[in-house]
């Protein structure tokens, strides 16, 4: 899964984008210290960092910001 892919490689919380369409998985990925990127109906979520209605709507230098 992506979530052991992190551990495996170790990397950082503050170096992760999660990508959700739901408010709970946006509060977790804020809870663990990472990015979130809000979709669908989490993009009018508030606390999401990065927001949009679709994936194809994200350019992929907006993730590393």
């Not at 490689?9 to 408010?23: G, I, M, T």
């Not at 990015?35 to 994936?55: C, F, H, N, Q």
Request: proline fraction near 6%; aromatic fraction near 4%.
């Amino acid at each position: 899964s992506a979530a052991s892919d992190v551990y495996k490689r170790q990397l950082p919380p503050e170096e992760c984008v999660v990508v959700e369409d739901a408010f709970a998985g946006i509060d977790a990925a804020k809870a663990g210290g990472m990015k979130a990127l809000g979709v669908g109906d989490a993009s009018r979520y508030e606390k999401a960092d990065i927001t949009a209605p679709t994936l194809a709507e994200i350019a992929p230098e907006k993730l590393i910001e």
